[in-house]
């Protein structure tokens, strides 16, 4: 039979549908139903597992699937030892020290024998000790935003994305110990079938993580502005530059990343480009 890839993937919450839109990009089609545990793709010999985040590490390092998609928070948390294959960019969050109203916040020391509520007691002690503070964990497995008001914990630390559920909450985050997104983990001994399907499958979620942040830019230009257009779009092998019937004007054709776009766009128009045209890059190598 031929190998196949199995991927274990959050069944449902924050990371489910990034994931699955993830590898839809890739090219890869499936069909998944929030009640089924198991699909298997058409286009691409993977598998999937829908499981709950928290078992995606154990269930990795088990070979139950041969990769999957957490949180690096939960990774971290977890402690088994993976291979991190990608950081995948999304779902970012950060862990943070969050204290009520009338807290003398002062650094980390300011926790010093209080008790912190937290769903990360691993993280929490392998980075207090290593800042030489010493606080007691209050492990809770949700809702750690009520837990001072309730009287169980001084502070707390918590993932935070917005920031709005501390607000909502009364308490004021204080300080940032950590940052997570989602990583893509491997088993440690994948045999070299399945190595070389993980090898395709990153060769394409490569591809689409490159060029979503990028934008491919087409504008006119009078030619003698030519090199200055290249200056403001700096990189090596473009622009690709195309003669109009108008000998006088060229087409320019380049791909500018997200953060720069605007400026680019602002500089170019300086220097006389007309009918900029900006898209939208699919999939795209270096
Ligand atoms: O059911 P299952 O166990 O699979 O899911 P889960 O409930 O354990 O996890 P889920 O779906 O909530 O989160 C999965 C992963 O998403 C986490 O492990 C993080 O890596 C990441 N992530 C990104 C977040 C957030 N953003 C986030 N905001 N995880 C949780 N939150 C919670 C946070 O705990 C707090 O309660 O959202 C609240 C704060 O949000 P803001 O926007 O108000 O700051
Ligand atoms: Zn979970």
């Given at each position: 039979m031929d190998e196949r890839l199995s991927i274990a993937v959050?069944?449902?919450?924050?990371l489910s549908e990034k994931s699955l839109e993830l590898i839809r990009s890739c090219g890869i089609d499936f069909y998944a139903d929030s009640r089924v545990l198991k699909a298997s793709a058409s286009g691409f010999p993977l598998d999937f597992l829908f499981v709950r985040d928290d078992d995606i590490p154990k269930y990795v390092s088990e070979g139950i699937a041969d990769i999957g998609i957490v949180g690096r928070n939960e990774y971290d948390e977890r402690g088994i030892e993976l291979d991190i294959v990608r950081d995948l960019k999304f779902a970012s969050c950060r862990l943070s020290v969050a204290v009520p109203k009338g807290?003398?916040?002062?650094?980390?020391?300011?926790?010093?024998g209080k008790k912190i509520a937290t769903s990360y007691p691993n993280i929490m002690k392998k980075i207090f000790s290593s800042r030489g503070v010493n606080a007691e964990p209050v492990v809770v497995s949700g809702s750690v935003e009520v837990t001072v008001d309730i009287g169980i914990a001084d502070a707390i630390l918590d993932i935070v994305s917005t920031g709005t559920t501390l607000k909502m909450n009364g308490l004021?985050?204080?300080?940032?110990i950590y940052r997570s997104s989602a990583i893509l983990v491997a088993t440690k001994d994948m045999k070299s079938e399945k190595k070389d399907l993980l090898f395709h499958l990153l060769e394409r979620i490569d591809a689409v993580m490159l060029a979503r942040h990028k934008k491919y830019v087409l504008f006119n230009l009078p030619k003698p502005r030519l090199e200055d257009a290249a200056a403001i779009i700096g990189g090596m092998k473009s622009p690709t530059v195309t003669p109009l019937l108008d000998k006088d004007w060229v087409s320019v054709q380049t791909v500018v990343s997200e953060e720069r776009f605007w400026a680019v766009f602002e500089n170019l128009k300086a220097i006389g480009a007309e009918g900029i045209l900006v898209m939208d890059i699919e999939k795209m190598t270096e």
């Amino acid at each position: 039979m031929d190998e196949r890839l199995s991927i274990a993937v959050q069944k449902s919450g924050r990371l489910s549908e990034k994931s699955l839109e993830l590898i839809r990009s890739c090219g890869i089609d499936f069909y998944a139903d929030s009640r089924v545990l198991k699909a298997s793709a058409s286009g691409f010999p993977l598998d999937f597992l829908f499981v709950r985040d928290d078992d995606i590490p154990k269930y990795v390092s088990e070979g139950i699937a041969d990769i999957g998609i957490v949180g690096r928070n939960e990774y971290d948390e977890r402690g088994i030892e993976l291979d991190i294959v990608r950081d995948l960019k999304f779902a970012s969050c950060r862990l943070s020290v969050a204290v009520p109203k009338g807290f003398e916040y002062k650094g980390l020391s300011s926790l010093e024998g209080k008790k912190i509520a937290t769903s990360y007691p691993n993280i929490m002690k392998k980075i207090f000790s290593s800042r030489g503070v010493n606080a007691e964990p209050v492990v809770v497995s949700g809702s750690v935003e009520v837990t001072v008001d309730i009287g169980i914990a001084d502070a707390i630390l918590d993932i935070v994305s917005t920031g709005t559920t501390l607000k909502m909450n009364g308490l004021e985050e204080v300080e940032t110990i950590y940052r997570s997104s989602a990583i893509l983990v491997a088993t440690k001994d994948m045999k070299s079938e399945k190595k070389d399907l993980l090898f395709h499958l990153l060769e394409r979620i490569d591809a689409v993580m490159l060029a979503r942040h990028k934008k491919y830019v087409l504008f006119n230009l009078p030619k003698p502005r030519l090199e200055d257009a290249a200056a403001i779009i700096g990189g090596m092998k473009s622009p690709t530059v195309t003669p109009l019937l108008d000998k006088d004007w060229v087409s320019v054709q380049t791909v500018v990343s997200e953060e720069r776009f605007w400026a680019v766009f602002e500089n170019l128009k300086a220097i006389g480009a007309e009918g900029i045209l900006v898209m939208d890059i699919e999939k795209m190598t270096e």
